[in-house]
């Protein structure tokens, strides 16, 4: 079972800048995908948002493009999602996601509160 310890949501006003980490309780980013997901609006699922492949490849979905940095420290075993200019319809739950083949592993999630 691997843990996923998220931190840096907070609350900021419309146009600033946060930065949430995601800290693995194992060195998983050679062998696992990682990713971040938000909840969804209201009926829908978990919003994926980017994803950093084993490789160091990245895609990231158009909710995430122009605004939001998917980034690793291998170094420090944490991975990072830079988010700018953000915007009232960015509050929600944030979390963190590993995957590799058919076992995923999420972390407890973490508030952004984007105020105008």
């Known amino acids: 079972q691997v843990l996923l310890a998220e931190s840096g949501g907070g609350s900021v006003q419309s146009g600033g800048s946060l930065r949430l980490a995601c800290v693995p309780s194992?060195?998983?980013?050679?062998?696992?995908?990682m990713a971040w997901y938000r909840q969804g609006e209201p009926g829908k699922q978990r919003e994926l948002l980017a994803?950093?492949?084993?490789?160091?490849?990245?895609i990231y979905t158009d909710s995430a493009k122009g605004r939001f940095t998917i980034s690793r420290d291998d170094a420090n075993n944490t991975m990072y999602l830079q988010m700018n200019n953000l915007k009232p319809e960015d509050t929600r739950v944030y979390y963190c996601?590993?995957?590799?083949?058919?076992?995923?592993?999420w972390g407890q999630g973490t508030q952004v509160t984007v105020s105008s």
């Open positions: 996601n590993a995957a590799r083949a058919q076992h995923i592993f």
């Open positions: 194992e060195n998983i980013f050679s062998t696992h995908s």
């Open positions: 994803r950093i492949f084993s490789n160091g490849n990245i």
